[in-house]
């Protein structure tokens, strides 16, 4: 049976890009296992790795394949080659655990993000910061998914304190006991449209995917009724095509949420107003004469610790005390090691079509 790459949400922008390599075969990665992978083509689903040319011609983690990227394989006798990665429509990542200048890829070209975080005592303001924080710089649209809303005897307060950090994002409130809310989120997966799944391990990641799904294809874990901490059910990642189409990432739970690039600006798009009030153009909010960020805050317009976590994560992103340009410059660095190295990079592609 040939399988209708369409359904797998293949644009013409990936059909164009794959275009331009011959003698190859276009595939989406479903599946990752550290360095094996799944892949879908329209010859069906298939076990893949990496050529020994794209090993050593990239180092760096994040130019590797994740969950959701499509590529360019050869087919083998005994599986499928992979020897590029085609260029993302948006890319989900963090700090690999443990080491600050490493990037670690969560999935690639996904439409629509769910940030899921259950109504009892995993509620926390400052973690949906940080998690909007790396939605707005994936080019993904980030929705807010509170789950296990009959668990929440003071759902009006948590909707209040989320007010003012969700500017813009879309929240949805779900119940496994009851249904609620699950139509909703069912609205933002249509044939052909890729969304994932983050959050902390037991929010009901599983159970949500499950419903969509329409069967228990994925384990779940309950929260332990003692201290309200979830449990690890998913422990892969992995693309799964929903019955009544489009496409669902699930992605294993994380407890701590370290950032590798973000778009703080966006997420704190509050502050971000009132900074370009103050007196000075390079105001550190900190002191100088005029500055509209110290005047809310004095006033009561801005919350101190809003204020303190806008400035925890522009410490850790590094981009505490510089501009939108520097801001821009500072991304690159981290994700291809200098400027002259994306353009290097963006040449040697550019050959590559020439040649071809």
Known sequence: MTINLADYGLTPNFKQAASTFNNQQLARITAQHRNLYQIMTTNGEQAATLSGKFMYEN?????????????????????????????????????????????????????TIFIC????????????????????????????????????????????????????????????????????????????????????????????INRL?????????????????????????QLLLLP????????????????YTGDVDRTFADIAELATQCKFSNCTHQGEPGCAVQAALQSGKLAADRLESYRKLQRELAYDGLNAREREHEKINRMFGSKNSMKQVVRQAKAKNRRR
């Open 117 to 208: 975080m259950s109504l009892n005592a995993d509620f926390n303001v400052r973690r949906i910061e940080r998690y909007l924080t790396m939605a707005w710089d994936s080019n993904a649209m980030p929705v807010i998914v509170l789950t296990k809303a009959d668990l929440c005897e003071d759902l009006p307060a948590k909707l209040a304190a989320l007010a003012t950090v969700s500017l813009g994002v879309t929240i949805i409130t779900c119940s496994a006991k009851t249904g609620a809310g699950y139509d909703d989120v069912a609205q933002y997966v249509t044939t052909g449209k890729t969304v994932a799944f983050v959050g902390s391990s037991g929010v009901g990641k599983s159970t949500l």
């Open 59 to 111: 180092i760096e983690s994040t130019r590797f394949p994740a969950v959701g990227d499509w590529v360019m394989v050869t087919m083998t006798t005994d599986n499928a080659v992979i020897n590029q990665v085609l260029p993302r429509q948006s890319v989900l990542a963090r700090e690999t655990v443990g080491n600050r200048s490493d990037g670690q890829l969560i999935a690639a070209n996904i439409d």
């Open 244 to 259: 009544q189409g489009g496409l669902v990432i699930d992605t294993p739970g994380m407890r701590e949420l370290q950032l």
């Open 213 to 237: 799904m329409g069967s228990d294809v994925l384990a779940t874990k309950t929260i332990r009724a003692d201290d309200d901490k979830g449990r690890h059910a998913t422990t892969s990642r």
